[in-house]
């Protein structure tokens, strides 16, 4: 049998066992915040860099159909709004995203923040969408503010073709959300319209 007085020096030189778990517990406490905190921004980010990828996609789309030529009937059968935005619109819901607001004919180019007159970003911030997770579609035919169509456009050929696909992003992450607020996203797509 051991001595009473080993036994009260090994009580008193071996550390607690109590405390040692609730230190590792407020340990363990404070670093999940952090790691949930940069758990959640980079979701945000990833997800920001997908919708701006499909934006890019969907404008492609739809500067690429609009700009393509029928070389049998010798006419561009997909140069107008309607099917540019039904283009557009496809890409946007391959992801979920609801289908575009068509800003035309009241605003076929958005107004631009740096005086370019390619109709390119940057825009103005009443060029976007006021509420999050909503495009908006600008069709900017020739560069030409309020120039339009609404069928089947002749007589374009070697022209320019400005499909521009604007978003207000709206993180899901209540913190990002909070800190940063929302961020706007644009894409556009220049292409010459085909034909001779």
């Excluded at 009473?4 to 090994?10: D, F, G």
């Excluded at 140069?79 to 607001?101: F, M, N, Q, R």
Aim: charged share 10%; net charge negative.
């Amino acid at each position: 049998m051991p001595s009473p007085l080993y036994l009260i020096l090994r009580k008193a030189l071996s550390p607690p066992q109590q405390t040692q778990r609730g230190q590792s517990l407020v340990e363990f406490a404070v670093s999940a915040v952090v790691l949930l905190l940069l758990v959640g921004g980079l979701v945000d980010i990833g997800r920001s860099i997908f919708v701006s990828e499909t934006l890019a996609d969907a404008a492609r789309e739809g500067a690429r159909l609009g700009a393509s030529y029928n070389a049998a009937t010798l006419s561009n059968p997909y140069l107008y709004d309607a099917e540019i935005k039904s283009a557009v619109d496809s890409e946007l819901a391959a992801i979920g995203l609801p289908a575009s607001l068509l800003k035309n004919p009241g605003t076929t180019c958005p107004s631009v923040s740096d005086g370019n007159a390619y109709h390119n970003p940057p825009y103005t911030s009443a060029a976007y969408p006021p509420t999050a997770n909503q495009p908006w579609l600008y069709i900017c035919y020739n560069n030409t503010p309020g120039l339009d169509f609404t069928s089947p456009a002749a007589g374009q050929a070697q022209l320019d073709l400005n499909v521009i696909v604007l978003y207000t992003y709206g993180p899901i992450t209540p913190l990002v959300k909070s800190q940063f607020g929302l961020f706007r996203l644009a894409t556009n797509q220049h292409m010459t319209v085909q034909g001779s």
